[in-house]
């Protein structure tokens, strides 16, 4: 039998991964969506036959679902979760997970509770040539890893978001975090699953420099945030965050071992190279990296409905969505003290 999925926030991630990944895999079904924007909801469930909610809570009451998709602003992600996971819905919610630990360890405990699965949607471990330079990393034939430095940078949200420039993206009270959120949370789980290490330190600029709301003032959010950080293994790095870059998004990963360098998402060509220090190099076509311009089968609903059908937990669970949140959120917070602070005590440890 085919999951039957809900998803609940029907904007750029579902309209453009979400909902068409469910509707191709056979394995899988869009049965019902929510979303308080009437007539956007109303033409995708006429074109994908499913049922059109406003309130997301009429759904889960209501809607013959098994799972759900959480994909509306970062500040619903977690109440929207617990109350699926409570109506007893496996969960697959967007990145970051929630805005504060708090809420990312009730999550956790509702999954628990329920007995339900909880799956965060950092895909880009899903990603081939992230695979392919996992796969590389774990063979040990570029030795001990020492520093990274890895970038996500592109025009910014209001390109993106169907709400454009008036997007939730925007404000405070619904985003929490700026590029540090949507591009950081992204990069601190990718570099963790790479690594096989945690991070225990950072620190950084975290800046607005230029994103501003329809009344022209600076937005109370990051849109730039130059990081450096430190694993529990002494690998040091920096990870740069952009929502300026103006020009062509950049979604690279370098990575500088003993006896050479992995580049990910630097050759035009290659998305993964291996250049060896005896000269030797190593060259992968691996399939695309997903760009806001050009979208990609994430493989994240794939995995989720596989899951599901086989009653195994999945990989990128609640903890795994936490300790990636909690690096962003000691992230924020060093910036704004101007200090290197460690990972992982949280702020009243501080
Ligand atoms: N994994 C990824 O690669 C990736 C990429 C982009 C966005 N995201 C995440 O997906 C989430 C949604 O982002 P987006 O780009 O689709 O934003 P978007 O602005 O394009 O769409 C958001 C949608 O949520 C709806 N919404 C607002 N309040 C709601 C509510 N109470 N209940 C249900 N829906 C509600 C809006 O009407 C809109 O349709 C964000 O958390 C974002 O971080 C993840």
């Known amino acids: 039998m085919p999951v039957k999925y809900g998803i609940i926030g029907c904007g750029a991630i579902a309209q453009r ?10 394995e899988s079904k869009v049965a019902a969506l929510a ?10 469930a006429t074109k994908y036959g499913a049922k059109a909610f406003a309130d997301y809570k009429e759904m889960l009451a209501k809607a013959d679902i098994d799972a759900v998709v959480v994909a509306g602003p970062n500040a619903l992600h977690a109440q929207q979760s617990i109350d699926a996971l409570n109506a007893g819905k496996h969960v697959l919610c967007e990145k970051p997970m929630a805005t504060t630990r708090d809420d990312a360890k009730a999550m956790m405990q509702a999954a628990e509770k329920n007995k339900k699965f909880l799956m965060i949607g950092l895909n880009q471990r899903l990603m081939p040539p992230h695979v392919k330079a996992k796969e590389i990393l774990q063979s040990g034939r570029l030795g001990k890893v020492l520093s990274f430095r890895t970038a996500f940078k592109h025009p910014g949200p209001e390109g993106w978001s169907v709400d454009a420039g008036k997007s939730w993206f925007f404000k405070k009270a619904q985003a929490f975090m700026g590029v540090a959120g949507d591009l950081g949370v992204h990069k601190a789980d990718l570099m963790r699953w790479l690594l096989e290490q945690e991070f225990t330190e950072v620190g950084g600029f975290v800046s607005t420099l230029d994103k501003r709301d329809t009344e022209g003032n600076l937005v109370d959010l990051d849109d730039n945030a130059y990081l450096t950080l430190k694993t529990d293994g002494g690998i040091i790095g920096s990870m740069i965050l952009s929502w300026t870059n103006y020009g062509a998004e950049e979604n690279y990963t370098v990575v500088y071992c003993q006896k050479g360098v992995l580049s990910l998402g630097v050759d035009p060509v290659y998305g993964v190279v291996v250049s060896y220090s005896n000269g030797d190099r190593e060259q992968h076509k691996v399939g695309e990296m997903s760009t806001n311009l050009k979208q990609v089968a994430s493989g994240i609903i794939d995995s989720f409905t596989k899951c599901i059908q086989t009653n195994t937990p999945p990989e990128i669970d609640g903890q795994e969505g936490y300790k990636s949140l909690d690096v962003i959120l000691t992230a924020m917070e060093a910036g704004h003290q101007g200090r290197i602070l460690k990972i992982g005590a949280g702020p009243a440890a501080r």
């Open 17 to 26: 991964r979400h909902i068409p990944e469910c509707a191709t895999n056979a």
């Open 35 to 44: 979303d308080p924007a009437a007539d956007r909801v109303a033409e995708l």
